[in-house]
């Protein structure tokens, strides 16, 4: 009896010791994970201990102490949480989570719907013995619901082997966002290392050809699906859309969002995404702003901006200037006022010589001659100053007349080259100054109105189309005395401006109302946010998006007979209505190949009417020059009857 008892008492101290040295090995396979990975640079390590299970307790409190203590005192602090939830961190952290089933694993993500894959997490599962079980897919599928996507899962089979076990969402062997167990390392007890050091093996970096869906709608220049049989999208997101998709490697399907889902959009609240993101999309653009003070009652996520948007005005053009009011345009009206009040002076100065130095010989008509100088004629050598203050002040004339000549000169070609239209306005309170009527979407009222305080709501009338189709309306009012303006982002006025030859006649307000940033959006707290954070910043940093901004909206700057057009993109938009009518015969005709270096008859429509004035000033002179003298005959000889009547009726009463 004692022999057996013997027995048993050994055979317990041999299996004690083997359970002692097996948590020994599990617990440096865990503190070698926390020190040697990427856990260990993050400056908390953040431990969560929950059970669902009494009796497993003692041990995972046991286990807990031994990996605090193989863990180097200087690595990082630690933050101890004891049957707790976890709460959401929005920054990148490492995870140490020690449970038993897939319960107590709930309880700890209870109060979290994801983690934005900004978690390096590791857990410690005590229970579950089979790599490929149930219960191991039904964590491995608890975590791709909450976006916990770097995450090893370690357990110990019957055989005592540690296994590190994770899933690939998209994977070519098991397919697309099918969720199944792949054991990623396993923890050698003879040499006590893991068989690899990469513990958090990249997911998201090769898609793998799945299909990624996204809500959007067409509208140029963002999206505009081609319906050739390419595939193919054009404008500023359909462009960086298929860069995502070339460089991640997945296919790309389309939810287009009807009418009633896009005006949803415009609800602060964003609920409409709940149900996109829930049912029919992973992902959605479509000119969606950047909003920097989403609160967690926001059901959706963004990613950072990949394009600013600049809310500005466009005006119409009013009347041109007439042809006279041209001629005067080299010169500010203060310069021509001096101008005018040195040639009066001159004139005066002239007058009193003529008048006091009578002793003096002067030009016959000194007038003229003062106008001659000034015209920059010459005079006559016997009329030149014989005296050095006078001939210096002849030279100072000369000089002052030439700089004028010039620049008059100079600025008269430029202008007669130019189609010049009455100064528009250049600033926003110019704008309201000049109580523009101002068109814009009714679903953008309360932020104008929020952004611009002095804007009266009776200049504001909402557009029936949308900005694309309401400017043609607005080309068709300049020249004429209608003052009217359409807020509108400043892409939709670049893609008219380089489709559009009419573009012409619009003037463009550079003073900007205020920025807004368009950005994806994708569901609460989703994996995709890294995912498309970091394809925004290898397109700005390699200067893509610059090249498509270029292509498709940058003409704003350049000069009408220098812009690069490109064809007009012809689609549907949600009121049915092509997106880009077409131009009448007469607009086709705006369209100027590069103008010859000449002068036509409407350039020089004024010079021609002032000498043909002239001309007939000219002749009106010349006639009164003959009709004067037979006037003054006829007065003489009238005279002349009269006092001889006179004399003669004297004489006969005398």
Not at 40 to 64: D, M, N, P, V, W
Not at 223 to 234: E, H, K
Not at 293 to 315: A, C, D, R, W
Not at 434 to 454: C, D, G, Y
Request: with cysteine.
């Amino acid at each position: 009896m004692r022999y057996w008892l013997y027995i048993l008492a050994c055979c317990s101290l041999v299996a004690s010791t083997m359970e002692s040295r097996s948590d020994s090995d599990l617990a440096e396979a865990l503190a070698q994970v926390v020190a040697n990975s990427v856990m260990g640079r993050f400056k908390t390590l953040y431990i969560y201990a929950h059970t669902s299970s009494q009796s497993t307790g003692g041990h995972l409190e046991e286990l807990l102490d031994q990996v605090l203590m193989m863990l180097p005192n200087n690595l990082q602090a630690r933050r101890l949480f004891l049957h707790q939830s976890m709460e959401y961190k929005p920054y990148v952290h490492a995870v140490l989570a020690l449970v038993d089933d897939l319960q107590s694993l709930s309880a700890i993500y209870a109060r979290i719907r994801a983690t934005q894959d900004l978690s390096h997490t590791l857990i410690y599962m005590s229970m579950p013995t089979d790599a490929y079980g149930e219960e191991m897919q039904a964590v491995l599928r608890l975590l791709w619901r909450l976006s916990v996507l770097n995450v090893g899962v370690v357990l110990r089979t019957p055989g005592e082997h540690i296994l590190m076990v994770s899933y690939f969402p998209f994977s070519e062997l098991h397919g697309c966002q099918v969720i199944s167990a792949n054991v990623v390392n396993r923890y050698q007890v003879g040499t006590r290392r893991w068989a690899s050091q990469e513990y958090f093996p990249s997911k998201l970096g090769n898609f793998n050809g799945c299909l990624l869906t996204c809500a959007t709608w067409e509208d140029m220049p963002y999206l505009v699906w081609r319906r050739d049989g390419s595939g193919s999208f054009v404008g500023i997101e359909g462009a960086l859309l298929q860069f995502m998709a070339a460089n991640l490697n997945f296919s790309v399907g389309l939810y287009w969002m009807n009418k009633e889902e896009v005006l949803a959009t415009f609800d602060e609240s964003g609920r409409i995404f709940d149900e996109i993101f829930g049912h029919h999309a992973d992902f959605s653009l479509g000119g969606f702003h950047f909003k920097p003070s989403t609160g967690n009652e926001i059901p959706y996520s963004q990613s950072t901006y990949y394009f600013m948007s600049h809310i500005m005005l466009v005006t119409n053009l009013q009347s041109a200037y007439s042809a006279y009011e041209k001629l005067s345009f080299p010169f500010s009206p203060l310069l021509w006022r001096a101008t005018g009040l040195v040639l009066i002076l001159a004139c005066m100065f002239v007058m009193m010589v003529v008048r006091w130095c009578r002793h003096h010989e002067l030009p016959r008509n000194p007038y003229y001659e003062l106008l001659v100088l000034t015209s920059g004629g010459n005079l006559e050598d016997r009329w030149l100053p014989q005296r050095f203050p006078g001939r210096l002040v002849l030279l100072t004339w000369l000089f002052a007349s030439l700089v004028l000549r010039s620049g008059y000169q100079s600025g008269m070609y430029q202008l007669l080259r130019q189609d010049t239209q009455r100064n528009p306005p250049q600033t926003i309170s110019e704008v309201l100054a000049q109580r523009f009527t101002i068109q814009l979407a009714e679903v953008n009222e309360a932020r104008i109105l929020a952004s611009l305080p002095e804007l009266r709501p009776e200049q504001l009338v909402y557009l029936e189309g949308s900005e694309l189709q309401s400017f043609p309306a607005l080309a068709q009012q300049s020249g004429s005395s209608a003052r009217v303006a359409i807020l509108t982002p400043y892409e939709y006025f670049g893609y008219f401006r380089k489709v559009h030859p009419v573009s012409r006649r619009l003037h463009l307000v550079r003073e900007r109302i205020y920025t807004q940033q368009l950005a994806f959006y994708v569901r609460r707290h989703s994996h995709l946010v890294g995912v498309l954070n970091k394809q925004i910043q290898h397109a700005h940093t390699h200067g893509f998006l610059e090249h498509w901004t270029r292509q498709y909206v940058s003409a704003v700057d350049e000069k009408d007979e220098s812009v690069a057009r490109i064809a007009s993109t012809s689609y549907i938009t949600l009121d049915g209505i092509d997106g880009d009518p077409s131009l009448s015969e007469s607009e086709e005709q705006q369209v100027a190949p590069v103008r010859q270096n000449v002068l036509s008859m409407r350039e020089l429509a004024a010079l021609f009417w002032l000498i043909l004035w002239a001309n007939l000033g000219a002749v009106v002179v010349f006639v009164l020059e003959l009709l004067l003298p037979k006037m003054k005959l006829r007065k003489l000889l009238g005279k002349m009857n009269s006092n001889i009547k006179k004399s003669i009726s004297k004489l006969v009463r005398k």
